[in-house]
Structures are given as C-alpha cells and as structure tokens.
C-alpha cells in the first residue's frame, strides 16, 4: 500500500493530541482512541508483508533534510517487520491492559497521550535505515518514557526514571558520536549505503565508531556492568510501562547492535584480527549477564525485581546470540529470541502487575495460594515463565536452542564458542530455578492472602492475547523465522 | 543594484521609531488610557515595516545571488571608497537579519507586556528594545571593522539600560560589570584595528582580507588579532572572561535577560564568525582554530560546572548561556561548511531556547518562585509555565526531537569532521552533564511536593510569546529543513572562501 510506512510512524503522533483532546470527559475514551490508532498501525505496518515476502526488502523515501545526507528512509524486512509487529502488539495489549489497571489513578488523558507519543518512538526504531531518523526514534522513547515511569510509577517513581534518563541518554550521547564520525566518513547515514561506503575508510577510525556503537547500545540493552538503571526502572514503573520497557525497549538495544553495530560497521573491520576480540567480548559479557542476571532473580524477594533481573539474564542470550554474527543459525536465533521474549516477558510482567493489583502486595514471601483464586492469572504466568524458562513448546525454547546451535557451529571455526556456549546452556538452568521459586511462592504454596478480587476484563483480554501469541510463537515458529531467515541471509 | 538606502533602511526604522516611541506614546497615552491598544498598533507598525524592508532586501539579494554573492556597498563612493563606511550584504547576514526579526519580534512581545508601569505599558523599555535591535542589525550588514565597532556598541549601550532596569542595587553592579568589560574590550578592540589599519590602509573586511594574504611579516598581525578576538571575546563571555555574563542576566529583569540572550548574545558569535572566518579564513595566515577550540572546550565546561553547581534557576540558565557560547564556538572553529551551517542553525535555535527558558523562569519569578526548591511540584500547579520550560531544557540538553539536538549534532559532526574528534568527545560529555542537571531541574518541577502555597495564576497572555517560541523550536527540530534550505547556500558560501 501506498505510504504505509509513513502512516505506520505518523499515526501514533497524531493519537496523542487526539487522545488528549478527546478523553477530556473520560479516560476510557482516551484509552480507545490511542487503541484504535495502534491496531491501524499494526494493519498498515502488515499490509508491507507481501512485499517484503516477495522483494525482501520494502522502501520508502521522502523529503526531509538532504542538506545533511538525511532523506526521511523507511524500510521494513523480515527482522524489523517482526520486531515492529511484536512492539505493536505488546503496545496494544498494554494499553488494553491499563484500562482497568490504572483506572484508580489521576490525569489518565496524560497517560494515554504519552503512551502514544511513546508509539512513534517505539516502532519508529525499527522501521528506519537512515541513522538520524533511527536516532530520533531512539531518544525520543525517553521523554515519554521518563513522565510515564515517573508520573504513575510505584515507590520513588521519578528517581527511578531520572536514573533510567541519564543512563540511556549515556549510551546516546555515544551512539551519536559514531553517528557523526560515519556522516563524516561517508557524507550519508543510511545504513546500508554506509555499510559500502566505509569498506573505503579507514580502519582505526572504524574500531571507535563501533566501540561507541556497542557501548551506546548495551547501556540500553542493560547489559551487566552499564545495567543499573534497568532493576530501579522495571520494578518502580506501572506494569504495562514495565513491560514495554523489558518488551521493546532494551530490545531495541539488541536489535541497534544487530542493525549498525555488527550490520553497519563491523564488516568493514571483519578483516583485521582485533575484531574477533570485540566479538569475544560480547560472548563474555552476553555469559556474565545472563549468570548475573539468573542468580540475582534467585535471591531477590519482590516480584517485579525478579521479572526485572530475568530480563538482563535474557539480554544476556541476546547479547551471546549477537556475538556468533555471522552465523546465520545464531543470528535467526537471536531475532526470534528478540520476537519471544518481548512477548513473553511482557506478558510476565502484565501478570506480575495483575497480581500486585489485586494483592497489593509485592513481596513473594507473603503470597501464595493463588492459584485457586486467580486462576486465569495462573495460567497465564505459567505459560509466560515456562516461556522465559526456555521449556519447549513455549516460545523461548525454539530461540534458545536456535542461538545454541548457532553456538556449536560457531564452535566448529573457533573453540572459543565451545566454552561460552556450554555456559549458556548452565545458565538456563538457573532461569528454570528462579522461574519455578517465583511460580511456587506465587501461586502453589499454602494460602497467605485471605480475599483476593477477581481480575477485571480488559486485564484478563490482554492477557488473553499475549498468551495466545507465546503458545503460537512456541508450537508453530515457522513463519516467523522463514520472514527472519530471508532477512538474514540476504 | 543594492543600494545603501536599501541596506540601511530597517536599521534607520527601527532606531526613528526608537527615538519617536517616548513622546508618541506618552502623546497617545492622553487620549487612550484605557487599554493601550494605540499603544501596541504604534509599536507594531516598525516591526511591519521592517519585516517588510528586510523582505524586500532578501529577494533583491536573491535575484542576482548568483552573479554577485558578496554585495560590497559603500556610504561614499569614488576614490575615497577603501576609507569610507562600508556594507556587506550575503546570505550570512540576510539569515541573521531575519533571525533577529522573528527572535526579537517574539522576545520584544514579551517584554512589552512583562514590562509594564502599574497597568500600563513602559515606552522608554521598548525604546531600547527597538535601539538594540536597529543597531544590531547595522552591525550585521556592515563592512568593515569600524562600522561594525561603532554599531556594536551602540547595541552594547543600549543593553545596558536594559540591564538596569528595575534600579535594584544588584542590576546596578552588574550593569556597572558589565559596562567595565565592554569599556576594557572596546579598547582592546579599538586598538587592534589601530594597527590593522596601520598595516592595511584601510578595515575593509575583503581589503583586509587580501592584504593579509600577501603580507610577509605576521608578528604585528598576529598581536592586533589577539586584541581584535580577545576583545570580542570579553564581549561574547568566553570564559575567563564570562564573569559578567551570569550577573547581569540574572540581575536583569526576565524580558531583558531573554531579550539580550538571544539578540545580542548571538550577534556577539556572529561577530566572531565573521571576523574569524571571513576575514581569517586561510589558516596559513595565523593558526587560530587550534587556540579557540582549547577555548571552546573551557568554556563549555567552566559554563556546565557552574550551572550544575545554582540553586537558582535564573543563574542556572545564565550559566547554560555561557556553555552555549562554547558550543558556538565549536562549530567556529571546524571552518568547514559544514560547522558553519551548524553555527547558523545555532544562532537561531540558542537565542530561541534561551530566550524561551528566561520567559518561563520569569513568568515563575514573577509569582515568587526563584530557587530549585521552590521550583518543587509546579509541574501540576502551573502546568503550562511548567511544559514549556521542559521542552526549553530538553532542547538545551540536546534531545530530539527538538531543535537543539540538530542545532549539538551539526556542530560536533563538525568538529570530528575538522579532525578535532577530542573536542566532539568534550562537547558531548557537557552535553550529558548538562542533560543531568537540567534534568535535575524537571525533576524538582514534577517529583516533589510543593513547599508552600503559590497564590496567582498562570498570565496567559505572557504565554503566548513563550509558546510561539516552543513552537518555532519543535517544528525546527523535527523539520530543520526549514532554514536549511536558507542556511545551506550562506554555509557553502562562507565555505567557499576556505583555502
């Protein structure tokens, strides 16, 4: 269709505005406007697929600011059309999620009308190959971002988001200088023009831009030692914020570093020995992540925190997924692990928001029981932590063993891969371990909590939808991974 | 064929209607005291006429760009030509005009209705408003180094009574500040130009520009520049030199500190721009931009450090201002087209975020509410004040999508592009520190809890200025093209004159 990108990125702009004006009377209103604009979104983001199943690739141009070497370049392929499609359904499910969980709380209209503005930055990230409209995109998750965690998070709200604010406009600020030294290098930032044209440039000037790309993009990615703002931010933010904070966000980390780091720059440095090196060291720092990550989710007692903690475990494989490059079992495994664990995490952490709602309390120590009462909740979390666990059939499983594979064949040329790759297979075990302890405490247990109010209906729907697509994810990955794998080996 | 008339004109009308505004109003004052809309028709009509006279000099320009893209105008012309006052008039100088038009159109806005006598509005205040205004734009279209001097300091003169304005006895020592280090600058100036024209025979830009080229021995020239730029500089509050600066914009009232930020603070790097880059260009002549990058650096951290260190948020944007200045002269010192297009694009989105965040901090001020602590919890109480001030800082910190990022990401793609990687890397570590403390700022305005009762409402008409400005810095920062049509070709012409 004619512009479906543009509509794709434009529309969750005009929602805020719309949602502020219109949810004057009601926030339900507002709620169903920005609704209502996501799922267009998510039709006119799906009507590319023909074209990216038949072409691979689908473009398009506009006029914006080619005195910089910046046309307005909008592209989808297999890996980002996945990407947007999970962001797109995580958003709805969140906002459909919040109409009954923050019905209780003030200036709703506000919260919508961010949750729209954060939209445009959320899929805009993944929908663009010109690095300055990619940028854009980029930071402007934070600012909505920053008021949601703030406005209508738990304990120390804006502390929480203050920190994710400086920490991730760190890592910016680093991404923005390599963005200027490949504008500088080529005089264009479209990523796959640069991609050939800084095979002429200079190799040492290479080595910095993509040392500050990877370090931009793990601060994001919240991986081990720049992941500090990640726990802080997941647990203090509203559940639906926190999901699309552990859904989109830090993936969008991992899929910056996919599309620049190792896309962009890093075959025009493939040749010299140091860059095995940098490889070595996102496998190294991928192990120590998903470990820390994993230990830390055991010992910790408040729910969110656990959810939080399994995230950077996560980022983890990702990170160990990204080091195999090129690898294509490793890369196809790592997008759909990008794919499965937004869905899956997202729904993890809806469900931890379902039961501190009713609970009202957050510690897993004084839960327990509530299987009997919230039964649908059960079920759901079960089938979004068995996920995160990685046991087949759920969705995770597929990834994880895609991303091993890849491991053991990346293995084969270098026995470096062996090593990482048999410790990641140590390390879901401990996924499997906090899992269980969080699914007992929670829901087996002998009963602590005396009443607990049945689940309203637009939480359990979303809950619905989002369980529905990790048990599709996890039984029947085939099409999704034949749209990455296009992706991938073009 | 531009004329001098043509060049001169809207300076000549905005400094008339200077001179006229104080009997004229106070004529109109006897008949129409009611709500002063006489008053306001009067002060718009310059504004109009100067809009229109600067359109007129733009597509005159325009149409003959291509044949002549340094029109050199003489007040006297025959032999005496190289003696004479002189005007210069390219794309550089038609975009500042008319980023001066629509800053100072704004900034004057507000300062009419923030300024007022009782109820009514205060007729000698935009009288120097419109002084200031008419001679910097002289300043901006002159030609040689005297006229842009005497110009200069007429609009130094003028800022001062804006300075001064409320008499209190902190305005009058930083008025006093401020007018030693003008006096002591304008002496180093003078001075220098003394022996450039010693040397040259003349202080035509382009004719010193050619004379220096073919000069042989440098050491005389190098000692006359060093005067020149460090008089410049005591001016423009680089920072050893910046002490005057945070003083006289925190002392002065809200509306002169907005209005001198983003008229005067600008037309003060535009000086050094032209100074340096046009009549500096080629490098071989002396090694400046090294100098100046080490500057550069100085004062964006000096300016971060300080602001990061105020409690009260006026001087906390007065010390923003002099970070800006670092910035600037970033993009200065990289002399490629593309730096100087970062700069101009800087011109207009600093003097608009400055001048924004001083309207909102003064409509604040006005309500009581001057230090950080104070600032707690307004965000709910005063939400529109409030938005407005977080998208100022936001574009300060650099943060698309608004203005200031494009305005941050040209000037350090600039200095990595001058091969100057270590300066990008010091600017962007300030930008970051200065992102944490304005941050810090919002943070107080949203987080906390109001410390006490703020009685008064939101002025809606002193919002109206503010958010023409919000608006000018969000449809720049998500469509810069808008000028960059307009600044590209004043950039590669600028550009073109490097070696």
Not at chain 1, 407 to 434: C, E, K, R
Not at chain 2, 8 to 24: E, N, Y
Not at chain 2, 55 to 75: G, I, M, N
Request: proline letters at 4%.
């Amino acid at each position: 269709m004619i512009a479906s990108l543009l509509l794709a990125l434009l529309l969750p702009a005009l929602s805020a505005p719309a949602a502020y004006v219109l949810g004057r009377k009601s926030a339900k209103t507002a709620a169903n406007v920005v609704l209502l604009f996501s799922v267009l979104d998510l039709f006119f983001l799906l009507t590319t697929i023909p074209d990216v199943l038949s072409g691979g690739r689908y473009t398009e141009s506009y006029y914006w600011m080619p005195m910089l070497g910046s046309p307005l370049t909008l592209f989808v392929d297999g890996i980002s059309l996945s990407m947007a499609a999970i962001t797109l359904l995580l958003i709805i499910s969140s906002i459909l999620f919040s109409v009954d969980y923050m019905e209780d709380r003030k200036s709703l209209r506000e919260y919508y009308a961010l949750m729209g503005l954060l939209t445009v930055g959320l899929v805009g990230v993944f929908l663009t190959s010109n690095l300055m409209v990619f940028y854009f995109c980029w930071e402007f998750m934070l600012i909505p971002t920053y008021f949601i965690i703030g406005g209508w998070g738990y304990r120390e709200s804006y502390r929480a988001a203050f920190k994710f604010f400086i920490f991730t406009h760190a890592g910016a600020v680093a991404v923005l200088l390599g963005i200027g030294a490949v504008y500088m290098l080529t005089g264009d930032l479209d990523m796959f023009q640069a991609k050939n044209l800084l095979a002429a440039a200079p190799q040492d000037i290479l080595i910095w831009i993509f040392a500050a790309f990877t370090l931009g993009f793990a601060v994001k990615m919240a991986i081990v030692p720049l992941h500090m703002w990640l726990p802080d931010a997941h647990a203090e933010a509203p559940a639906p914020m926190s999901a699309l904070l552990s859904g989109v966000i830090i993936e969008a980390g991992a899929y910056a570093i996919l599309r620049v780091s190792l896309g962009t720059v890093f075959p025009s440095i493939a040749s010299i020995p140091v860059s095995n090196q940098f490889l070595y060291a996102l496998s190294i720092f991928g192990v120590i992540s998903a470990f820390y990550g994993a230990f830390t989710a055991l010992a910790e007692n408040d729910i969110k925190r656990i959810v939080a903690y399994s995230s950077i475990s996560h980022m983890g494989y990702a990170l160990f997924g990204l080091s195999l490059f090129p690898f294509a079992e490793g890369m196809i495994g790592t997008v759909l692990h990008l794919v499965n664990h937004a869905a899956s995490k997202g729904l993890l952490f809806l469900n931890a928001g379902a039961i501190m709602k009713q609970t009202e309390v957050r510690d897993i120590n004084q839960m327990g029981g509530l299987a009997s009462k919230m039964p649908l909740t059960a079920v759901s979390t079960a089938v979004s932590s068995f996920s995160v666990a990685g046991i087949p059939a759920f969705a995770c499983f597929m990834s994880e063993f895609l991303i091993f594979m890849g491991g053991f064949q990346a293995g084969g040329t270098d026995n470096f891969y062996y090593t990482t790759t048999a410790l990641m297979i140590v390390a879901t075990v401990f996924s499997l371990a906090y899992v269980l302890r969080l699914f007992w405490k929670v829901f087996l247990e002998t009963s602590k909590i005396e009443k607990v109010e049945k689940v309203p209906v637009s939480m359990s729907i979303s809950m619905v939808i989002l369980s529905v697509t990790v048990i599709i994810l996890g039984v029947w990955p085939g099409p999704i991974i034949e749209l990455i794998s296009a992706a991938v080996f073009s | 064929m531009i004329g001098i008339l043509e060049v001169l004109t809207p300076s000549i009308i905005l400094i008339i209607s200077a001179l006229l505004s104080v009997p004229i109003i106070n004529l109109i004052r006897r008949y129409d005291n009611r709500h002063g809309s006489l008053s306001l028709i009067w002060i718009s009509t310059p504004f109009l006429a100067v809009t229109v006279s600067i359109l007129h000099l733009c597509f005159k320009y325009y149409a003959q760009a291509e044949k002549q893209p340094f029109v050199k105008v003489f007040l006297v012309s025959g032999i005496a030509a190289h003696l004479s006052s002189s005007f210069l008039v390219d794309a550089v100088s038609i975009y500042m005009a008319i980023v001066y038009l629509v800053v100072g159109l704004i900034s004057c806005l507000y300062g009419i209705l923030y300024i007022r006598i009782g109820n009514e509005l205060s007729e000698r205040y935009f009288a120097l408003m419109f002084m200031v205004l008419g001679s910097v734009m002289a300043a901006t279209f002159s030609g040689d180094l005297l006229t842009l001097f005497v110009f200069w300091e007429a609009s130094a003169a003028s800022s001062c009574f804006l300075i001064v304005y409320k008499k209190s006895p902190e305005s009058i020592e930083a008025c006093l500040k401020y007018l030693v280090m003008i006096i002591i600058a304008s002496g180093f100036i003078v001075y220098g130009l003394s022996i450039i024209y010693g040397l040259v025979g003349s202080l035509n830009f382009w004719t010193v520009r050619e004379a220096l080229t073919s000069l042989s021995d440098k050491r005389l020239l190098t000692i006359a520049f060093a005067f020149v730029a460090g008089g410049y500089a005591i001016e423009t509050a680089v920072v050893p030199f910046h002490m005057w600066l945070p003083d006289a914009y925190t002392a002065a009232p809200s509306s002169s500190s907005a209005f001198l930020s983003a008229i005067v603070d600008q037309a003060s790097y535009y000086i050094f721009l032209r100074v340096l880059v046009y009549i500096l260009t080629p490098p071989f002549i002396l090694n400046w931009p090294f100098a100046l990058a080490v500057f550069s650096a100085l004062t964006m951290t000096v300016g971060n450090l300080f602001a990061l260190a105020q409690n009260d948020v006026k001087r906390m944007i007065s010390y923003v201002c002099v970070a800006d200045i670092g910035y600037n002269l970033v993009a200065i010192t990289s002399v490629e087209p593309l730096g100087v297009m970062g700069n101009l694009f800087f011109f207009f989105v600093g003097g608009m975020t400055t001048a924004s965040a001083f309207m909102a901090v003064g409509i604040l001020n006005n309500l009581g509410l001057k230090s950080l602590e104070d600032f707690s919890g307004i965000g709910r109480r005063l939400p529109m004040t409030s938005l407005a001030l977080v998208i100022a800082v936001l574009s300060f910190s650099g943060i698309p999508p608004f203005a200031g990022f494009m305005a941050k990401y040209m000037v350090f793609t600039a200095a990595i592009e001058a091969n100057m990687a270590w300066l990008a890397v010091v600017g962007v570590s300030n930008s970051l520190l200065q992102a944490a403390y304005l941050v810090r700022l919002v943070h107080y305005m949203y987080s906390k809890q109001p410390r006490r009762t703020i009685k008064g409402k939101e002025p809606r008409n002193l919002l109206v200025p503010v958010y023409a400005l919000v608006a000018l810095i969000i449809a720049l920062g998500i469509y810069p093209s808008l000028t960059l049509t307009m600044i590209y070709p004043a950039a590669q012409q600028l550009g073109l004159l490097a070696p």
